[in-house]
């Protein structure tokens, strides 16, 4: 079977590789568009702005950029950086207070959207999910309370504000419960790891299954698949990560899991239906920047085996296995 | 049969009670040559005294060759890969490496690599087999079998190896396990827990008090020891004249894990379990390299 759809738009690309590793890689992910978020190098001024922006139009690639919000301590200069061509803001959701209220008031008058990382970083000091696993493997694990408590915080502020607010990565059913009910400003967004894995696939400190935010229990991932079909979610992202320093013990190895390459195969292989996962991954992000995806591909269903070695991001690594959909 | 001991699980029943049958001839401290010509490397990237001289007495009274390379720093820390690391050791031809580690899970990545034995003398927070079987092996010298038997482990749970290779050790041979401490130190776990020191021992056979481990924290956790103390120290007061066994993996926070009073108390078991530590470990060694 075949099928004709808009070319995706990752709103949750990290800025772990080049721009040309980035666009080659999303080209072969059938990745129209990518929103590159800021939390392995800084960008929060004209300079690292610019230099991105100047590389992706080299690369002829519709790479959109998101500028911290908050750099230090400190407010960047929002609407400067606006104007130069930032199409995003990015930030911690553990952040003074006053200055995510600054950042939520910028964003209303400059229409640009804030995506949060709402994670408590006190709570946060362990290297997978907090879970019996963890315990069995000796490791520090990260609470679900770590994230739900801070989008309890931010939905409460966010309703003061009529900026769009994007939580980004949600990975607990607890934080799907309090955004149930969430105000039309506020979009939920899901990384597809969370949507493949649990904590279990660490097994035996599997490194490839150590990423950020980590991989929940087998409950939280169910919470998150029902919650992409009731459209509870809005968005379902890449989170890609080009971590390349994988063969070392389990809390030195790099966070992250590479897979732009295959991200829109990997959508399409989801137990989603096909039309849900084209709003959540092309319709409603380019809605979100008031896009148009103009460029389609033919998907095709089958049994395809990932080989990681043909990938064009610098990590050849992923714990992805096989496909049903490949990119005609 | 597993050829490494990088988690107790690695050892089914039978080859457990295979070692305890070497481990209890061991017990007579003579020396034998049952490993002559065999080369033991203990590579230590956490400092240890007592677990590596235990091995080292182990492996001399075998009459295997020894040698100690003590990394003060873990040389992954340097950038070397776990791959190289290992392949490095196991070039140097031992039968056996025995591991110590801050990093849960390094063994076991070690022994994906190497020809000879790995073993693992403790790994972050993860397994300490070789204290998990000697604990076991003290408890059944006591009781012959562990069937029905209760054991309540005290302590930084969450934080301690050992707890982890003794509840799995215990549970399999059939024992029931109570793990006691404050919700700082009590892990995901099915298993029974209690904050109640007091009922835990009323309840218990025997008593597993753990070391505290402050060095495994990286916020506080308890604003002292003495606070600790408080509620979770084994004394007489606690223990009275209870038939029960007290037993420690060592080193011991004295007047904070147990008092001096009950240290003394020849209920008390942790110097029993440092002797039969070399004769179990001898049996381990057997066991692993002339398999």
């Known amino acids: ?328 | 049969m597993s050829k490494h001991l990088t988690h107790t699980k690695d050892f089914n029943k039978d080859d457990i009670l295979r070692i305890f049958t070497y481990a209890n001839e061991y017990l007579d401290k003579k020396k034998r040559d049952d490993l002559k010509g065999h080369l033991i490397i203990n590579v230590f990237f956490e400092n240890s005294t007592r677990t590596r001289s235990s091995f080292e007495i182990a492996a001399k009274r075998l009459g295997a060759d020894v040698v100690n390379l003590d990394v003060a720093r873990s040389s992954t820390a340097k950038g070397e890969t776990l791959f190289d690391t290992a392949a490095n050791l196991d070039a140097m031809g031992p039968s056996a490496i025995v591991v110590r580690h801050n990093r849960a899970g390094v063994p076991k990545i070690l022994s994906k690599y190497v020809k000879s034995s790995i073993i693992n003398a403790g790994d972050g927070a993860h397994q300490h087999p070789t204290q998990g079987l000697l604990d076991l092996f003290t408890l059944m010298r006591k009781w012959g079998d562990l069937k029905g038997k209760k054991i309540a482990i005290v302590g930084d749970i969450r934080n301690s190896r050992v707890a982890n290779s003794d509840i799995e050790l215990f549970t399999r041979f059939q024992a029931e396990v109570l793990l006691v401490g404050p919700p700082h130190f009590l892990p995901k776990s099915s298993l029974p827990k209690t904050h109640n020191l007091k009922e835990a021992i009323e309840w218990a056979d025997a008593v597993i008090s753990l070391r505290t481990q402050t060095e495994r924290h990286s916020q506080p956790s308890f604003a002292s020891l003495q606070d600790y103390a408080e509620n979770f120290q084994i004394t007489k007061d606690l223990i009275k004249d209870k038939n029960i066994l007290i037993m420690h993996p060592g080193p011991v926070h004295r007047n904070i894990d147990i008092s001096d009073e009950v240290l003394a108390d020849e209920r008390c078991l942790v110097l029993e379990q440092v002797k039969n530590g070399v004769a179990v470990r001898m049996g381990i060694l057997k066991f692993l390299i002339e398999n």
């Not at chain 1, 998101?66 to 959701?93: V, W």
């Open chain 1, 1 to 328: 079977m075949k099928i004709k759809v808009p070319k995706s738009f990752d709103l949750n690309v990290k800025n772990s590789e080049s721009v040309a590793k980035i666009a080659a890689a999303a080209k072969n992910g059938g990745v129209g568009y990518a929103l590159m978020i800021p939390t392995i190098k800084p960008i929060y001024d004209k300079l690292h702005l610019a230099y991105n922006l100047k590389r992706a139009n080299e690369e002829n690639f519709n790479l959109l950029v998101a500028i911290e919000g908050i750099h230090q301590g400190k407010l960047s200069e929002i609407s400067i950086l606006r104007k130069k061509g930032a199409r995003a803001i990015y930030i911690n959701s553990d952040e003074d207070m006053n200055l995510i209220k600054r950042v939520f008031e910028y964003a209303s008058f400059l229409d640009i959207p804030v995506f949060i990382n709402a994670n408590n970083k006190a709570l946060s000091l362990g290297v997978m999910n907090d879970s019996p696993r963890a315990y069995a493997l000796g490791l520090n694990g990260i609470p679900n309370y770590a994230e739900s408590i801070e989008v309890a915080k931010i939905l409460e502020l966010s309703k003061n504000f009529d900026a769009k607010i994007v939580f980004q990565s949600i990975t607990a059913k607890e934080s799907i419960e309090i955004l149930k009910n969430r105000p039309s400003n506020v979009y939920v967004d899901v990384c597809i790891d969370n949507l493949y894995f649990s904590d279990e696939d660490v097994g035996e400190f599997n490194t490839l299954f150590k990423t950020t935010p980590p991989l929940r229990s087998e409950e939280d991932r169910q919470a998150l698949l029902n919650a992409c079909e009731k459209e509870i979610v809005d968005f379902i992202s890449s989170n890609h990560i080009a971590a390349t320093q994988k063969d070392l013990p389990f809390e030195e190895a790099e966070y992250g899991i590479s897979k732009l390459d295959i991200f829109t195969q990997l959508a399409y292989s989801l137990p989603l239906p096909h039309e849900t996962v084209t709003k959540l991954i092309s319709t409603n992000p380019a809605k979100l920047f008031g896009i148009e995806i103009n460029e389609y591909i033919e998907i095709e269903f089958g049994e395809y085996e990932i080989d990681c070695f043909t990938f064009s991001s610098k990590a050849k690594n992923t714990p992805y296995k096989t496909l049903k959909a490949k990119i005609v």
